[in-house]
């Protein structure tokens, strides 16, 4: 079992750019997770897609962030512009869950640590 | 909206000494709880769950938590920590109702002096 596979595990780019981040979920896996953690703000779940569907979008702090899921095995993080106050480590989550009642822990990637210059 | 709240901010013990983790959930109705753990530079882990059963359930690493319904809690607990138990420990929860979607607490980081 591969886990959970993100891209790249460190971006450092200038503010304006525009960054993708990528993930590579588990197979069979069929709930995504997109967080993203700081010191000042801890853990927090941007959006989560079920079936590639995204579910709750309700996290993603602004309109410069879009998520897509093209596919059961890919989804990727997309900031467009960039800005300073973005970096943080950006975490991609999967689990097996069927979309109802569940108990089923998450499997986290290693994380991409983001620093906007 | 449900939320979960962590006791400690920040705990530092020497040792062999034991540990107690306070965690406290909102929501009323059957939940599903976990505890994860993030070491130093690494990605979040499982360390145990609830979602049925015994109250007290036991993970990995000697660690233990107990679901007590009556105070919406899930406390975790080890009775003798090492150096390596030196980690960011998460609380969280999961209504058992809307999908998948899980509340994490704050966190606790624990500093474990050799």
């Known amino acids: 079992d591969a886990g959970v596979i993100q891209s790249p595990r460190h971006e450092v780019t200038e503010m304006g750019q525009e960054v993708t981040l990528r993930c590579k979920p588990i197979s069979g896996h069929n709930s995504l997770f997109w967080y993203r953690q700081t010191m000042m703000r801890g853990l927090e779940l941007l959006i989560y897609f079920n079936n590639n569907v995204p579910i709750d979008d309700s996290g993603m702090p602004e309109d410069r962030f879009s998520a897509k899921m093209p596919n059961a095995s890919f989804s990727t993080l997309k900031i467009q512009p960039s800005e300073p106050r973005d970096s943080a480590v950006y975490f991609c989550a999967s689990s097996p869950n069927t979309g109802e009642a569940s108990n089923q822990p998450q499997h986290f990637g290693d994380g991409t640590r983001l620093s906007i210059l | 909206a449900q939320s979960v709240s962590q006791h400690n901010h920040h705990v530092i013990l020497s040792e062999a000494a034991s540990l107690e983790l306070g965690c406290n959930y909102s929501y009323g109705g059957t939940v599903n709880l976990f505890w994860y753990v993030q070491y130093p530079g690494q990605h979040l882990q499982l360390l145990l769950k609830?979602?049925?059963?015994?109250?007290l359930v036991k993970g990995i690493k000697g660690f233990e938590a107990e679901f007590i319904k009556s105070k919406f809690s899930f406390n975790l607990r080890k009775p003798s920590v090492q150096w390596s138990d030196t980690a960011e420990y998460f609380c969280a929860v999961n209504d058992g109702t809307s999908y998948d979607k899980v509340i994490f607490g704050p966190g606790t980081s624990l500093s474990v002096i050799p």
């Open positions: 609830y979602f049925s059963g015994d109250p």
